[in-house]
């Protein structure tokens, strides 16, 4: 679902710095390649991963949810010297296709890669985040959120993606069971006191929160 018109979309595209080569081919061969393309945060989405991570200038990032890595190579973009991203995944299928890009970016160095179930490679994760982006399943949102809420340091973010979900959570008739678990997380977000947040409408919708 687009949620503006197309033409304004088209505008936004044309006014935003391009992909670098190593994206726009990642996103041309996830694509070609790979089942469920759509999945790829894709160029507006990635360049404003990149943008919000230039500012904060983390030194440590969480990814859950690598899929063919075009996000991960986005959000480190950002990093800071001697900084590192860690980005799980749990489809092993895809791991040489991933291993493969990360190698081509010079980025490569500050990529950890594994291959596994957040749920299990989180709590062994001792360090604090600056910043957490989840975009895995969504039944497990709420966990992935609650696991990493108290590893995230005070002034950092955590970044959902598809919080709106093609638009269902504010259709009362939709009861599909994704759809109720992105309602009860965006729910719990805007409940916790411990966090501020704000939800951008941007491609299928983005939460993001700040841990005060
Ligand atoms: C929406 S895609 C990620 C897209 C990627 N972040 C991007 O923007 O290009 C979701 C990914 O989450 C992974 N995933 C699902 N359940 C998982 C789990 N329990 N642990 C780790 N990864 C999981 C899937 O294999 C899939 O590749």
């Not at 990529?111 to 399943?137: E, H, K, M, S, T």
């Amino acid at each position: 679902m687009e949620f503006i018109p197309a033409d304004i979309d088209q505008y936004c595209v044309d006014h935003t710095t391009p992909e670098d080569d190593l994206l726009s081919k990642l996103n041309r061969e996830t694509h070609a390649k790979v089942l469920q393309s759509r999945m790829l945060s894709g160029h507006i989405q990635g360049r404003f991963l990149s943008m919000l991570s230039h500012m904060i200038q983390p030194k440590l990032i969480l990814e859950i949810g690598t899929y063919t890595g075009y996000s991960a190579l986005c959000l480190a973009e950002g990093l800071a010297e001697n900084g590192k991203i860690i980005t799980i995944d749990v489809n092993e299928e895809l791991e040489d296709f991933v291993r493969d890009f990360f190698k081509q970016s010079p980025l490569n160095d500050k990529i950890d890669f594994r291959i596994g179930n957040a749920l299990q490679i989180i709590p062994v994760i001792a360090d604090a985040f600056d910043i957490v982006f989840i975009d895995a399943d969504k039944m497990n949102y709420k966990n992935y959120y609650d696991l990493v809420i108290d590893k995230v340091r005070t002034g950092g973010y955590i970044i959902a993606d598809n919080v709106l979900w093609s638009g269902k959570v504010s259709n009362p008739a939709a009861k599909d069971k994704d759809t109720l678990n992105i309602r009860e997380f965006n729910k719990m977000i805007q409940d916790d006191a411990r966090v501020e947040n704000i939800l951008l409408p941007i491609r299928d919708g983005l939460m993001v929160v700040r841990k005060k």
